[in-house]
Nanobody, 127 residues
Framework: QVQLIESGGGLVQAGDSLRLSCAAS????????MGWFRQAPGKEREAVAA????????YYANSVKGRFTIARDNAKNTVYLQMNSLKPEDTAVYYC????????????????????WGQGTQVTVSS
């Protein structure tokens, strides 16, 4: 089993940047494909970005393409989400998720595909 702890959320103004981190403990981090999801009040949890076990493949939701970047450091058991040009509509609780994956290059964007979840970190973007 793996435990995921997110950090880096906060209150920022539109146009600012934030970097979220997700530290994993437990089994070998490189065995997991990773994803970032977000959930705004009254809305479904949605995929924001995902990255393969090796880090060679990535996925982004259309709403964040060109603004957000996902990366991972397998030596540090950490996945990151760099968020630039933040907008008020990016306001949500952001969750890190891990999926046991057979494929080195697989990325996953559906919530039900993931096995483990962090507790979430709040990101609030004011206009």
């Amino acid at each position: 089993q793996v435990q995921l702890i997110e950090s880096g959320g906060g209150l920022v103004q539109a146009g600012d940047s934030l970097r979220l981190s997700c530290a994993a403990s437990g089994r070998t981090f490189s065995s997991y494909a990773m994803g970032w999801f977000r959930q705004a009040p009254g809305k479904e949890r949605e995929a924001v970005a995902a990255i393969s076990r090796s880090g060679g493949s990535t996925y982004y939701a259309n709403s964040v393409k060109g603004r957000f970047t996902i990366a991972r450091d397998n030596a540090k058991n950490t996945v990151y989400l760099q968020m630039n040009s933040l907008k008020p509509e990016d306001t949500a609780v952001y969750y890190c998720a891990a999926k046991t994956s057979t494929y080195h290059s697989g990325t996953y964007s559906r919530r039900l595909e993931y096995d483990y979840w962090g507790q979430g970190t709040q990101v609030t973007v004011s206009s």
